[in-house]
């Protein structure tokens, strides 16, 4: 069998993974991407069941719909020039112990709804919470990701932005730590601190008191100006991905799926290919694991890097998930939400198990998602169920199956508040547990990710102990979600492309 040589090789097309391919691409390189499934994406990834379009991950999209945008997927969108399609939407549904929310996205639709439930001086409490971020997310903004180098190097990224950076030294104390003391001293009514809470939790997997400060200022930022909204792209996640394979595809690389890698190929203390798991080998100059943490550890041969193996092996990991995906009749029913998120008991942990739950049904702004009158439907459990209850379970057992329908009935339980024949008006329904999660995700214990608090420092970075072999996604710096993830990408492309390639980029974003 000849052996296929290539410059870069790309190992999974999450977020991550295809930012990294086709900046790299951009670059002049030579890049493959090797997709273990049938579908690139990842957890962005999406499917088809009988005219339906189904998502598996991301359901809440921002700074994709204006530009300048400091979202790091926006960014790279549009050095790849790649338009993407989006649709606006300024309201979204909380079911909360206080009751059922509609809340305007933007300064003006919380403060509302803060004020109609707690009264005016916690409004004015809210406020100068907000007041306190400014300077916190601003000095985000100064320093973007994409400008930041791929190794360990931020005081060199500092000083040469120094002068832009200047104003906002007194808040650059605040990026690298938790969100937790900033909300400590600031924000003592409880209402407030949940839904603070809340929004940590949805976006790192992880309570406040473990979530990066300077995500979660720049989501602020974001979200509570005036004129704030929230994104959809046309198509759904599916369309975030084909575009980024549109990029790549663009400037020569390419993507294989179906090709699950087995390990990764060693030359003496360098990486350089892989072997799949038909036996076919490929060299590359650089390797990039979008595999994460413990994935990546199984994919080193022995004995490579053995303590760092050992560290990757022992990340703690985020809780995993309960799916339902749906596909209905939606004749005669009132209009329903795009999302809905909801909240059992402020008195539990926000992460404690079925305590919280996210609904999003993507057809209601975009038609084209499901047939006609009818609605798609995904709904899950963020980063809550336990994966020990699922861990000895055979998928095809009744065991399995008693417990699956048992532990999605709370879908079903706050679904049938709206639609209470929703059963009866279903075409498809597919439910989802942890095993499903692995499984199509290819994940360590189907988890969000590493529960990597920022209360004790930040991700690792995207370069490794092993010559020629690179990281990015959920697992890198900067952590968890759809901005951080494109970013990672990027600093491992800007590690294989160099300084220059990097900096025309940004001349190119003017960032």
Same mark, same amino acid.
């Given at each position: 069998?000849?052996?296929?040589?290539?410059?870069?090789?790309?190992?999974?097309?999450?977020?991550?993974?295809?930012?990294?391919?086709?900046?790299?691409?951009?670059?002049?390189?030579?890049?493959? *991407?090797?997709?273990?499934?049938?579908?690139?994406?990842?957890?962005?990834?999406?499917?088809?069941?009988?005219?339906?379009?189904?998502?598996?991950?991301?359901?809440?999209?921002? =700074?994709?719909?204006?530009?300048?945008?400091?979202?790091?997927?926006?960014?790279?969108?549009?050095?790849?020039?790649?338009?993407?399609? *989006?649709?606006?939407? +300024?309201?979204?549904?909380?079911?909360?112990?206080?009751? !059922?929310?509609?809340?305007?996205?933007?300064?003006?639709?919380?403060?509302?709804?803060?004020?109609?439930?707690?009264?005016?001086?916690?409004?004015?409490?809210?406020? +100068?919470?907000?007041?306190? /971020?400014?300077?916190?997310?601003?000095?985000?903004?100064?320093?973007?990701?994409?400008?930041?180098?791929?190794?360990?190097?931020?005081?060199?990224?500092?000083?040469?932005?120094? =002068?832009?950076?200047?104003?906002?030294?007194?808040?650059?104390?605040?990026? @690298?730590?938790?969100?937790?003391? $900033?909300?400590? +001293?600031?924000?003592?009514?409880?209402?407030?601190?949940?839904?603070? !809470?809340?929004?940590?939790?949805?976006?790192?997997?992880?309570?406040?008191?473990?979530?990066?400060?300077?995500?979660?200022?720049? $989501?602020?930022?974001?979200?509570?100006?005036?004129?704030?909204?929230?994104?959809?792209?046309?198509?759904?996640?599916?369309?975030?991905?084909?575009?980024?394979?549109?990029?790549?595809?663009?400037?020569?690389?390419?993507?294989?799926?179906?090709?699950?890698?087995?390990?990764?190929?060693?030359?003496?203390?360098?990486?350089?290919?892989?072997?799949?798991?038909?036996?076919?080998?490929?060299?590359?100059?650089?390797?990039?694991?979008?595999?994460?943490?413990?994935?990546?550890?199984?994919? /080193?041969?022995?004995?490579?890097?053995?303590?760092?193996?050992?560290?990757? !092996?022992?990340?703690?990991?985020?809780? @995993?998930?309960?799916?339902?995906?749906?596909?209905?009749?939606?004749?005669?029913?009132? %209009?329903?939400?795009?999302?809905?998120?909801?909240?059992?008991?402020?008195?539990?942990?926000?992460?404690?198990?079925?305590?919280?739950?996210?609904?999003?049904? %993507?057809?209601?702004?975009?038609?084209?998602?499901?047939?006609?009158?009818?609605?798609?439907?995904?709904?899950?459990?963020?980063? @809550?169920?336990?994966?020990?209850?699922?861990?000895?379970?055979?998928?095809?057992?009744? !065991?399995?199956?008693?417990?699956?329908?048992?532990?999605?009935?709370?879908?079903?339980?706050?679904?049938?508040?709206?639609?209470?024949?929703?059963?009866?008006?279903?075409?498809?329904?597919?439910?989802?547990?942890?095993?499903?999660?692995?499984?199509?995700?290819?994940?360590?214990?189907?988890?969000?990710?590493?529960?990597?608090?920022?209360?004790?420092?930040?991700?690792?970075?995207?370069?490794?102990?092993?010559?020629?072999?690179?990281?990015? =996604? &959920?697992?890198?710096?900067?952590?968890? =979600?759809?901005?951080? *993830? &494109?970013?990672?990408?990027?600093?491992?492309?800007?590690?294989?492309?160099?300084?220059?390639?990097?900096?025309?980029?940004?001349?190119?974003?003017?960032?």
């Amino acid at each position: 069998m000849s052996m296929q040589r290539t410059e870069v090789v790309v190992i999974g097309s999450g977020i991550g993974g295809l930012c990294c391919a086709a900046l790299a691409a951009r670059a002049g390189h030579e890049v493959l *991407v090797l997709e273990a499934h049938q579908h690139p994406g990842g957890a962005a990834h999406g499917f088809q069941r009988a005219g339906y379009h189904f998502e598996s991950g991301p359901s809440l999209w921002s =700074g994709l719909s204006r530009w300048p945008s400091t979202n790091p997927l926006a960014q790279i969108l549009r050095a790849l020039d790649q338009p993407l399609e *989006v649709m606006a939407y +300024r309201e979204w549904e909380v079911l909360f112990p206080e009751g !059922d929310l509609a809340i305007g996205v933007g300064s003006e639709g919380f403060e509302s709804v803060v004020k109609s439930l707690r009264g005016t001086a916690v409004l004015e409490e809210w406020q +100068r919470f907000c007041q306190v /971020l400014q300077p916190v997310a601003a000095a985000a903004d100064a320093l973007p990701l994409l400008a930041l180098p791929p190794g360990a190097d931020a005081m060199g990224a500092l000083l040469k932005r120094s =002068g832009s950076l200047l104003p906002h030294l007194p808040a650059l104390r605040h990026l @690298s730590g938790a969100f937790g003391p $900033l909300v400590d +001293r600031h924000l003592q009514d409880p209402f407030l601190r949940h839904w603070v !809470d809340l929004l940590c939790f949805l976006i790192s997997g992880m309570p406040m008191g473990q979530t990066n400060a300077a995500a979660m200022a720049t $989501l602020f930022g974001q979200w509570f100006e005036p004129e704030a909204c929230l994104d959809y792209p046309k198509g759904g996640s599916a369309a975030v991905v084909e575009a980024l394979l549109q990029g790549l595809q663009r400037f020569g690389g390419s993507l294989r799926c179906g090709a699950r890698v087995r390990e990764v190929l060693m030359d003496g203390d360098r990486a350089c290919g892989v072997e799949l798991s038909n036996g076919e080998r490929i060299r590359a100059a650089h390797v990039v694991s979008n595999a994460d943490a413990w994935g990546t550890a199984r994919l /080193l041969p022995a004995g490579v890097a053995r303590r760092w193996q050992q560290k990757l !092996d022992s990340t703690p990991a985020c809780g @995993s998930f309960l799916h339902l995906h749906l596909g209905f009749d939606a004749s005669g029913l009132d %209009p329903l939400p795009l999302h809905q998120v909801w909240v059992g008991d402020w008195e539990r942990s926000i992460d404690a198990d079925q305590n919280t739950a996210v609904i999003s049904i %993507p057809s209601v702004l975009d038609p084209g998602m499901a047939p006609p009158g009818h609605h798609v439907l995904h709904a899950y459990t963020p980063a @809550s169920e336990p994966w020990d209850r699922w861990a000895d379970l055979d998928p095809g057992s009744a !065991d399995y199956t008693q417990l699956k329908h048992e532990r999605c009935q709370v879908f079903w339980s706050l679904l049938e508040r709206k639609i209470p024949d929703l059963r009866e008006r279903c075409q498809v329904v597919m439910e989802g547990t942890p095993l499903t999660h692995r499984h199509f995700l290819n994940v360590h214990q189907g988890s969000y990710g590493p529960a990597l608090s920022a209360a004790k420092g930040l991700f690792p970075g995207v370069t490794t102990p092993v010559k020629g072999l690179l990281r990015c =996604g &959920a697992s890198t710096f900067p952590g968890i =979600g759809i901005p951080p *993830v &494109a970013a990672s990408g990027a600093m491992a492309a800007h590690a294989i492309a160099g300084p220059a390639a990097q900096k025309q980029l940004l001349e190119t974003l003017r960032i």
